[in-house]
């Protein structure tokens, strides 16, 4: 199976996934240890269906965020720019990104409501293995995406940079996250593409389409979580 591009990049993006959902998940766990032991930065509330929502001081947080935000971003470049090319250093630098995302993602999960953590998984499952049968079985060269995508990819970057600057109604929220669904369900297609024409067969590429791939699904995951929540 290692033999083949498919299965070096399944097998490097399968151990980021499982590190940044263990990440999520054990994070997520502490804080509710934090919350029955009374921290005062822990707080929650029971939902109708008997399930713990919790909520967090983000004035205590906030700077702990950004410092977590600051390594997330320094180790990701490092990786583009250094690791890319080097799996001794790659490698781990990767595995390393994709445990601070998973403590990210446990932030992000928190502030909008944990418990829609599994359904939010769910669909991002299914799209990805939806894209992933369009892109690598169509049998159609999906290499004419890129500018569009990429314009797209735009829109949602700005769209997010406009939603931290002012704020928007519940509605437009619901559109941009519904845009950005799009737009990373069709990177995912045309990356998994690119996984399926690409003439090299090395590791060092393996590592690129992982990161690509690893991008896609945990921007899409993070896109639906906005989507659905209310």
């Known amino acids: 199976m290692l033999d083949t591009l498919y299965g070096k990049t399944f097998l490097i993006l399968t151990i980021q996934l499982a590190l940044t959902w263990a990440s999520t998940f054990l994070f997520i766990l502490w804080l509710r240890q934090r919350y ?19 909520e967090l001081d983000w004035q205590a947080v906030a700077p ?24 001794a250093i790659g490698l781990p630098l990767f595995c390393l990104w994709s445990l601070l995302t ?3 993602l446990a932030l992000a999960l928190v502030s909008v409501d944990e418990n829609l953590g599994g359904k939010v998984l769910a669909l991002t499952a299914m799209l990805t293995f939806a894209a992933f049968l369009v892109g690598a079985y169509a049998g159609i060269d ?5 500018s569009t995508l990429f314009a797209g990819l735009t829109l949602v970057l700005l769209g ?11 509605g437009w929220r619901r ?14 297609v045309f990356d ?39």
């Open 175 to 188: 559109l941009l996250a519904l845009f950005g669904c799009a737009v990373f369900v069709g990177y995912l």
């Open 160 to 170: 997010g940079l406009y939603r931290l600057l002012f704020s928007i109604s519940d």
């Open 102 to 104: 998973g403590i990210e």
């Open 36 to 54: 029955y032991a009374r921290a005062a930065w822990v707080g929650g509330s029971l939902l109708e269906s008997g399930e713990l929502d919790l």
């Open 142 to 146: 999906f290499s004419f995406l890129g």
């Open 64 to 87: 702990w965020f950004w410092l977590l935000l600051g390594v997330d971003v320094a180790v990701f470049l490092l990786l583009l720019f250094v690791g890319q090319h080097n799996l």
């Open 192 to 230: 998994f593409n690119r996984l399926t024409r690409s003439p090299r067969n090395d590791w060092e590429k393996a590592l690129d389409l992982a990161i690509s791939l690893y991008l896609d699904i945990i921007n899409l995951f993070l896109h639906l979580l906005d989507l659905l929540h209310r």
